[in-house]
């Protein structure tokens, strides 16, 4: 009971616990104790209190408190001492601040190590860093990325369609259906595509999956063993890179530049890879459409070294000026491209689905792995997808969303240069849902993030889609999905961010 | 010119195509020239007209000719020779007869093989074979397993839960949501299991899936490494013996009997196994309870063995009489039990979810894994089964559908005996949509499905799901799907196609 005090002043005031909230309370612990750590305010190496008097100054169970600590401690931000006691680690590993978590938290303890842990494929596969905002239960908020105008959705719309499906519904197809997709959904598909992207293929070639990380993992499992060597633009996808990961390939990062991925690169530093993964409309995160030359060397590269090409489309749709490249599937004499897209950029990201064009020998062979990973999609959700389509309503919203989401791009462009001038050197993009936010030398874009995090805005850190350091760090800011008014209120409070960032970043220089 | 009339007389009447049917037309030529090759119409060595004839022969383009010649050369039913001309291969390996292929279907032509086939690892994905019912667009027909009773699904009730759903829609809901799932259906399931199948798990145990193919995907994905020893009930589930081929897995197949999986068998094959699967409450096919004994011996062994079990608990709650076992996973004190559940058998398929249970501190990587796989279900999908579930229309419709099975299965045991007693052995089952019928001995059940379908019914043999010889053949037949009429009727026509086989099989035993 005399330790009361120092519980009380070292972890209770650190951390708020809400018994209303979804997150589970262990969560709840688990998170405020891990962000304390790492902001510092628990100091490295500082003993912590035992798992029953924390339990009891939180009034909380003692289990909650166990399982807090047990995935700190595997995780590797306190210590567990052989005669007792649990601490603050004193080496927190630079990794450790950027990721979710980088270990599985699998291991409770080290006497339970077994061989129940994970697999050597299964670490891997959990221990795949997360950014931040996956896997959040606080809502969409400015600037999180990947988020389009969910209040633009025509949501009574697809209401109407979805309740048509069930009126008219034919009960046969609620059995299973077919792990290609839905076929009107595939026909309707390989239509728009051509016209909006130039690719050329039948609907045989159209594979429905849910959503484009499938794609990456279905192709990446059938097309790459363990070993084999991909090239990945850099700064680059974080979702490709968690499918190759996955995969167990060897990670080749290939820096972009304004034309796009540096072929001649590629080709110095790994001129027999087996796979490359491109955004050639829209370079992800950096915005380089890929020129006409650059597309030309990477086949070219591609055909001498019998290489598959993965081509993310994800937003190309979403375009403010000038004529879209056509898609380099259309122009792939070859048969080499993998084209991925999806329509959680387009419609809404809770409807998984996505789709994925395919060499016409190759189709059966992703039909069969789609079967062997899930079966396939909600047949509902495509059959409205069809419908919604086939209606003309899908061009008609791709209209809306171009003209709303050049205001919005505005709305911020605006608050940025009144808020942020000389601080923030932010490009407009000529497609997409994001600008690339730079800041001035010497700013941990890191650092940005966490107190913007604190001040309930999202600023996505460029560095971590990054392998090579980069010269000057950076924030990918999404514009289309909020409102102008929210757009301008949270760039004020960015702006609070990134001029107190500067001022320390100032002062360490001088002090340095 | 010349050879018109051969090529007529060879291909043209054996080949029926219909330019309407969603099947495409090169789907629909490969599909009945290899029925006419397997059932002899198309004798072996016979020389195949060229494509440019037999596409004017039939009215179809040479494209869709070659297509077709193209896939049955790579699957082994035609042989190209160096000189030209393509012929009826003249040995057509076993087990191309049982599965709709087995070999990758990507080698176009052999000249044309190049590293950018399939790897490795895909190929043994993509080469898993599939039973011949799965991926067919014809729809459910009398006795084809795994369909609920779609025309008893109440769809209004349904349908008014979705247009409720999407009319008070937080469209914050539209972004991404958990990859654990959506929080009130993890709790729904939780709550449900405790009470109907003594299931010990809180809701972070509960993982949302896109039905149980994607829990043993992720579970071996995750637990398993290439060439770890796996124990599959032997005759058992293909669903999972391709989840463990896809892990590139060692499978042991161990014998079942009336106690289910023996275990002792298990540990002299493979002592040191890391994983085990089992289908205690109602043994897949066969049908068998786990004993209280059998389930304890499993229990130690995986102890001493330190190995996982998946117990997939796919329709026990469609029970008929006795008490039911609670399942493995609230008895086992041991954290090591993987439970895999699905809505597919108790709702409907095409909807796709499904969960898994798994120890604490595994769920972390469980959605981790599923994050990269997918991301996640469908959220409109998950809340609408929350609230389905959570009104307590899912216990209700379980009762519902357990009186009309009951009454399904005794049309189906009556209609059996009447047509076909003393010829096949039907034991009615406790739990569950499918009896097992054993036919006489002598008679390959193959040959009976083959039959059978050419006169549209569906009569699942066993010898598929078995690695070891049977004893006997034996037909899978789903009860629970169908119209009491509509299985009488197809019990007619089943009769006549088991006679005939069981006189067949006579006649050659004689003549032997």
Same mark, same amino acid.
């Given at each position: 009971?005399t330790?009361?005090?120092?519980?009380?002043s070292?972890v209770?005031?650190?951390?708020?616990?809400?018994?209303?909230?979804?997150?589970p309370?262990?969560?709840?612990l688990?998170q405020?104790?891990?962000?304390?750590?790492?902001?510092?305010?628990?100091r490295r190496?500082?003993?912590m209190p035992?798992?029953r008097?924390?339990?009891d100054?939180?009034?909380i169970s003692r289990?909650t408190?166990?399982l807090?600590?047990d !995935?700190?401690?595997?995780?590797?931000?306190?210590?567990?001492?052989?005669r007792?006691?649990?601490f603050?680690?004193?080496?927190l590993?630079?990794?450790?601040l950027l990721?979710r978590?980088v270990?599985?938290?699998?291991?409770?303890?080290?006497?339970?190590?077994?061989a129940?842990?994970?697999s050597?494929r299964?670490?891997?596969?959990a221990?795949?860093?997360l950014?931040s905002?996956?896997?959040?239960?606080?809502a969409?908020?400015?600037?999180?990325?990947?988020?389009p105008a969910l209040d633009?959705?025509?949501v009574a719309?697809w209401?109407?369609?979805?309740?048509?499906?069930?009126?008219?519904l034919?009960?046969r197809a609620?059995?299973?259906g077919?792990?290609?997709g839905?076929?009107?959904?595939?026909?309707?598909?390989a239509q728009h595509?051509?016209v909006?992207?130039?690719?050329?293929?039948?609907s045989e070639?159209?594979?429905?999956v849910?959503?484009?990380q499938?794609?990456l993992?279905?192709?990446?499992r059938?097309?790459l063993d363990p070993g084999?060597?991909v090239?990945?633009?850099?700064?680059?996808y974080l979702?490709?890179?968690?499918a190759?990961?996955?995969?167990?390939?060897?990670?080749?990062?290939?820096?972009?530049?304004?034309?796009?991925i540096v072929?001649?690169?590629?080709?110095?530093?790994?001129?027999d890879a087996?796979m490359v993964?491109?955004?050639?409309a829209?370079?992800?995160?950096l915005?380089?459409?890929?020129?006409?030359?650059?597309?030309?060397?990477l086949?070219?590269?591609?055909?001498?070294?019998?290489?598959?090409?993965?081509?993310?489309?994800?937003?190309?749709?979403?375009?403010?000026?000038?004529?879209?490249q056509?898609?380099l599937?259309g122009?792939?004499?070859?048969?080499?491209?993998?084209?991925?897209?999806?329509f959680s950029?387009?419609?809404?990201?809770?409807?998984?689905?996505?789709?994925v064009?395919v060499p016409?020998?190759?189709?059966e062979a992703f039909?069969?792995?789609r079967?062997?990973a899930?079966?396939?999609?909600?047949?509902?959700? !495509?059959a409205v997808?069809a419908?919604?389509i086939?209606g003309g309503?899908y061009a008609?919203?791709?209209?809306?969303?171009?003209?709303l989401?050049?205001?919005?791009q505005?709305?911020l462009?605006d608050?940025?240069r009144?808020q942020?001038g000389?601080?923030?050197d932010v490009?407009?993009?000529?497609?997409?849902?994001d600008v690339?936010?730079?800041?001035p030398a010497?700013?941990?874009?890191?650092a940005v993030?966490?107190?913007?995090?604190?001040?309930?805005?999202?600023?996505?850190?460029?560095?971590?889609?990054?392998?090579?350091?980069?010269?000057?760090g950076a924030?990918?800011?999404?514009?289309a999905?909020?409102?102008?008014?929210?757009?301008?209120?949270a760039m004020k409070?960015l702006?609070?961010?990134?001029?107190?960032?500067?001022?320390?970043?100032?002062?360490?220089?001088a002090?340095?």
């Amino acid at each position: 009971m005399t330790l009361t005090p120092r519980i009380a002043s070292a972890v209770g005031p650190v951390v708020a616990l809400d018994a209303d909230s979804v997150v589970p309370l262990y969560e709840q612990l688990y998170q405020g104790l891990r962000t304390a750590i790492v902001d510092g305010r628990l100091r490295r190496g500082a003993r912590m209190p035992g798992t029953r008097m924390l339990a009891d100054d939180l009034g909380i169970s003692r289990n909650t408190a166990t399982l807090a600590y047990d !995935q700190l401690s595997a995780e590797g931000y306190l210590e567990r001492r052989q005669r007792g006691g649990t601490f603050v680690a004193r080496v927190l590993p630079d990794r450790l601040l950027l990721t979710r978590r980088v270990a599985p938290p699998l291991v409770v303890a080290r006497e339970q190590v077994s061989a129940r842990a994970l697999s050597g494929r299964g670490a891997a596969l959990a221990g795949i860093p997360l950014p931040s905002s996956v896997n959040t239960r606080v809502a969409p908020r400015p600037f999180r990325p990947g988020v389009p105008a969910l209040d633009e959705f025509p949501v009574a719309l697809w209401s109407r369609l979805s309740a048509k499906y069930w009126r008219r519904l034919d009960r046969r197809a609620l059995a299973y259906g077919h792990s290609a997709g839905h076929q009107p959904l595939r026909e309707a598909i390989a239509q728009h595509l051509a016209v909006a992207r130039g690719v050329r293929c039948t609907s045989e070639q159209v594979i429905i999956v849910g959503g484009s990380q499938q794609a990456l993992d279905l192709t990446t499992r059938l097309l790459l063993d363990p070993g084999d060597a991909v090239w990945l633009e850099d700064p680059g996808y974080l979702g490709a890179r968690a499918a190759f990961t996955a995969a167990e390939a060897r990670i080749v990062p290939v820096p972009v530049d304004e034309e796009g991925i540096v072929v001649a690169a590629g080709e110095r530093l790994a001129p027999d890879a087996r796979m490359v993964f491109v955004s050639p409309a829209h370079q992800h995160p950096l915005g380089a459409v890929m020129s006409v030359a650059r597309r030309h060397a990477l086949l070219r590269w591609a055909h001498r070294a019998d290489a598959w090409i993965i081509e993310d489309d994800y937003d190309s749709e979403i375009r403010y000026r000038g004529r879209p490249q056509p898609a380099l599937q259309g122009v792939d004499a070859d048969d080499r491209v993998i084209y991925v897209g999806t329509f959680s950029k387009t419609l809404f990201p809770a409807l998984r689905l996505g789709y994925v064009v395919v060499p016409t020998r190759l189709a059966e062979a992703f039909q069969t792995a789609r079967l062997v990973a899930d079966r396939h999609s909600s047949v509902v959700e !495509q059959a409205v997808l069809a419908e919604f389509i086939a209606g003309g309503h899908y061009a008609r919203h791709l209209r809306r969303m171009r003209a709303l989401y050049a205001e919005r791009q505005e709305a911020l462009l605006d608050a940025a240069r009144s808020q942020l001038g000389g601080l923030l050197d932010v490009q407009p993009t000529d497609a997409g849902m994001d600008v690339v936010a730079w800041l001035p030398a010497g700013v941990d874009d890191r650092a940005v993030q966490r107190a913007a995090h604190d001040v309930g805005v999202e600023a996505r850190p460029l560095s971590p889609f990054s392998q090579a350091p980069l010269a000057r760090g950076a924030l990918l800011l999404n514009f289309a999905g909020y409102e102008p008014g929210a757009l301008r209120s949270a760039m004020k409070l960015l702006a609070v961010v990134v001029s107190t960032a500067v001022q320390a970043a100032e002062l360490l220089s001088a002090v340095g």
